[in-house]
């Protein structure tokens, strides 16, 4: 398949010019790097990968010849709207003869990140070739699929955004042809200040073929002066704001780039043939037998070619980083790690802290699945209390259901979830979830565990409560609402209808934090963002403005997300933005 092309034309002068009068980039060894800061030092360090070498790969024989190529309807899903989303995930290899199938085996592992699209962009004798599709990653590729992928280098990108006709077009990694090569690129995280930037660009004649922030990343590039390719790059995330963890393919080179304040997680590894790997979580690492090496730095930039093999650089001089919380709290993974610690690990302590601060007579401790397990095996561990499974999950429920004629109470829930009647009935039960949003999935739970025949249902969120909407990547609701917004633990607990109720306190997570507390972003929790939001944000990225839907906007229930309350939007949108819409 040919690379797709995207029309780029020159911006204004004034996003010509650099932002800042410091070095644009600075060379460092990577042997001086820490998980958390490097020094900025004008020094060059390239480490080589073995490319030529490559090892038979028992995934070659992993897909059925004969699959008959995917069709997806995409009808909208039943999924849990009371849980934050994160909404994509990334991964990049270079240097294996199988890259594309290892790219689609650690889109696999990062299925959890998103499931409506799904997309790989390999390169083959300095071609860059597409394939993406909406759907579940064993949606959109097969063997045939795979065949088209030829190459030794590699990008992925998996999904996570609402239903429309059109939402293909939305679908990473995104390709663009510009005067000097061929670019695709798979972004993770928001940029706020997409709007500002789009409309500029726009009034300089360009023209977008997609609504995702992530296209005005290729346009930036195309129209940077700087030489070579990799301080494009530098150029263009200079203007970006928000949060972005990136991977750029090109002919011959493999690009990662994380923003200044490393909001979204980007590891690296190595595979036994040299091969360098890319990933947003290190489970994906696990899959493909890669060893993780280390995290790609906040601000930084890494350069993988045959030539130079990999080469470090720091894109801005950055200040503290502001990682996301929630990457240990819902996010990620149980076995990955996470911004240098174990998400395992982390969730388990949030369940002992929950044990030791809000303790409660009880039979069982059990928990909401999945992403609930491992703060209830801490709460239990720590309380002497037995751990059962009071709640099964069903993972059979599909991406569609058939709702019956006859009304039936919290039918959603009951597919999703079962109660155990012989681990409840007659028990005091301790409940863990990992967080509470709007709050009506845990009135649903809580109801099904009693109509089980708990005597007592306690509720315990390994987590703080959420006040604030967040604007870096994730999807959640408008402030308006999130349940704790709006009302007390008390008045939570009384719209849910548990006998107690207890949050995470957030003292307590920036204590088990330690050293590391004030490298995490709280937005969600405290309101106060690392990066102040200038304008209003779509909730779910990008489908609706293009999408061809009828109607004024309002009739799409929390379709936008508003900025801060103490942010005047329409005054703090760059003059150039507000020109564009005369």
Not at 95 to 107: H, I, K, M, N, T
Not at 296 to 311: A, S, T
Request: aromatic share 8%; with cysteine.
């Amino acid at each position: 398949m040919a690379a797709s092309t995207t029309n780029l034309s020159p911006l204004a002068s004034h996003l010509s010019k650099p932002i800042t009068n410091k070095p644009p980039f600075y060379l460092v060894p990577q042997t001086l790097l820490n998980p958390l800061y490097f020094p900025l030092k004008p020094l060059f360090h390239t480490h080589k990968p073995h490319c030529t070498v490559s090892s038979k790969n028992p995934i070659a024989d992993f897909f059925p010849a004969n699959k008959p190529n995917p069709e997806p309807s995409f009808i909208p899903s039943f999924t849990d709207d009371d849980k934050p989303r994160e909404e994509c995930g990334v991964v990049g290899i270079f240097g294996d003869p199988e890259a594309s199938r290892l790219c689609y085996l650690a889109l696999h592992a990062l299925q959890h990140r998103g499931q409506e699209g799904a997309g790989i962009v390999a390169v083959n004798n300095n071609v860059l070739q597409s394939v993406t599709g909406v759907g579940l990653v064993s949606d959109v590729f097969n063997e045939t699929k795979l065949s088209q992928l030829p190459g030794e280098m590699a990008i992925g990108h998996v999904r996570y955004s609402t239903a429309g006709s059109s939402m293909l077009k939305n679908v990473q990694p995104f390709v663009a042809g510009y005067r000097f090569g061929s670019v695709g690129v798979a972004h993770n995280g928001n940029l706020v200040n997409y709007r500002t930037l789009r409309a500029i660009l726009e009034d300089n004649g360009s023209i977008f073929n997609t609504s995702s922030d992530t296209e005005v990343v290729l346009h930036l590039i195309a129209i940077s002066k700087a030489r070579p390719f990799f301080l494009r790059i530098v150029d263009a995330c200079e203007k970006l704001e928000g949060a972005y963890s990136m991977v750029f393919v090109t002919e011959d080179k493999l690009v990662a780039v994380r923003d200044p304040y490393g909001f979204r997680p980007l590891v690296m590894g190595r595979r036994t043939n040299g091969a360098v790997v890319f990933a947003s979580e290190t489970c994906a690492l696990d899959l493909i037998e890669a060893t993780y090496e280390r995290e790609v730095n906040p601000g930084e930039v890494l350069v993988v070619d045959k030539k130079d093999g990999v080469q470090s650089l720091c894109l801005l001089p950055h200040p503290e980083p502001k990682q996301c919380i929630f990457e240990h709290i819902y996010f990620a993974l149980p076995n990955s790690v996470v911004f240098g610690r174990s998400v395992y690990e982390s969730r388990h302590v949030f369940g002992e802290i929950l044990a030791t601060e809000a303790p409660v007579d009880c039979d069982v401790v059990i928990a909401v699945p999945d992403s609930g397990v491992v703060a209830a095996l801490g709460y239990a561990a720590k309380a002497g209390v037995p751990f059962q499974q009071g709640l099964i999950r069903s993972h059979y429920v599909g991406r569609t259901f058939i709702e019956p004629s006859q009304k039936i109470r919290d039918f959603g829930v009951k597919l999703k979830v079962s109660p155990v009647r012989g681990v409840l009935e007659g028990k005091r039960v301790v409940v863990v979830d990992d967080s509470i949003v709007r709050g009506t999935t845990s009135s649903k739970i809580v109801r099904l565990i009693k109509e089980a025949g708990a005597k007592e249902v306690h509720l315990r969120i390994a987590s703080p409560p959420i006040i604030g909407s967040c604007y870096y990547g994730v999807d959640t609701p408008s402030a308006e609402e999130l349940i704790s917004n709006r009302m007390s633990v008390e008045e939570i607990r009384e719209f849910i209808g548990c006998d107690s109720l207890a949050f995470l306190p957030f003292s307590s997570l920036q204590k088990m934090l330690a050293s590391d507390s004030q490298k995490f972003c709280y937005a969600c929790f405290s309101g106060k963002y690392p990066v102040m939001p200038k304008e209003v944000k779509v909730k779910k990225v990008g489908d609706f403005l293009d999408d061809g839907l009828n109607g004024p906007m309002d009739s799409i229930d929390g379709g936008w997300v508003r900025g801060p309350k103490n942010i005047d939007v329409e005054k703090e949108i760059d003059p150039l933005y507000q020109r564009s819409k005369i």
